[in-house]
């Protein structure tokens, strides 16, 4: 008889364990998906299919329903491999995959939880951030195998606790984020499930650089539903919360958003090794990550009582033009919080670098453009051409400086 209930004590205690995240399971995903074995994972790139293939293995192994037979839901695009071509505008068509996953609790409505799994491959695509980027492994371990990771072990979650949740859920790894959120636009042009039965869709797109002392956690689309705000006002937790209202951002909530369904998106913050071959996996913070995921878990579980979530549209941010002729070549904190635009990053060889800015200044003034947000900042950078000279003002250690700037 002892025996058997100490047999029955393992068993439970293992299944308790298996709901736990851990910062080793996510740490060992994002040192494969990130590795230089990947190459950075470009889309329709051969490793970007050995990460599908890592990927559908985790699916695999968890159980999930395949959808006609295969956890890969493939597309075709046409891409300009040179964006500055605006004369001949010469398009290839390529295909890429989507790693698509059910779980199926017989639930009428469904929950999305998505990454992005692409990244910049060897540096090929005009979107590296590095100097001289071609040919160099951009491993993107925070974007996005952070992410990526976080579907995995949210999958691995809701396969193994012990309740049926009262939702079906929907794991996707999206391909082709990094050129223009093709992988989820060409999924919600063609689901695998009728959209009007999606409840909403949690997308996470760089969670794990999580600082320590700040615990800032930003959360977008939390005006996509009036749920939104007051579930996460009630929840407790160690981090800062800094909410932003719209549904639209540059990641692949954008592409749900868009049909009508509520999002949130979750990101720790932006960092100076973004877009840079520099996004390797020994800084990314997996305890950290692990904090972020079980918010999220917590997030979802408060809406189990909840009826199907009502939508509402958001404003769209007013990010002056759609394309600009200049850059300043500047990463923005997202995080901060005070007036103007602190600088978190300053690319080598850019207009910012050339002028003597450096990481930690706040720019609060663009020619005769005051900036006092993002906003104001791509506004102001919108109205300058290529070549043009003018000045930046910025507080340095509580000083105001002024550089000469030309583009």
Known sequence: MKKKVLLLFVASNLFVQAQQIKPHDVKN???YLASDELKGRGTSSAEELLAGNYISGQFTMLGLSKFNGSYFK????????????TVTKSLVEKSGNNIVGFLNNKAPYTIVIGAHYDHLGLGHDHNSLEANPAGKIHNGADDNASGTAGVIELAKYFVRNKKTEPFNFLFICFSGEELGLLGSKKYCENPDLDLK???????????????????KLLVYGVGTSPVWVPLIDKLKSDFKIIKDSSGIGPSDQTSFYLKDIPVLHYFTGQHSDYHKPSDDADKVNYKGEVDVLNYIIATIEKTYKLPKLAFTKTRTPDMGKSSFKVTLGVMPDYTFEGEGLRIDGVTDGKPASKAGLIKGDIVIRLGTNSVKNMQDYMKALSMFKK?????????????????????
């Open 197 to 215: 039965s999606i409840n909403y869709m949690i997308n996470m797109d760089m969670i794990g650089r999580l600082n320590d002392s700040t615990k």
């Open 74 to 85: 493939p597309f075709n695009y046409k891409y300009n491999p040179n964006p500055h071509d």
């Open 29 to 31: 995903h994002v040192i």
């Open 387 to 407: 070549g043009e000279t003018t000045e930046v003002e910025v507080i340095r250690d509580t000083k105001k400086l002024v550089f000469p700037l030309t583009f």
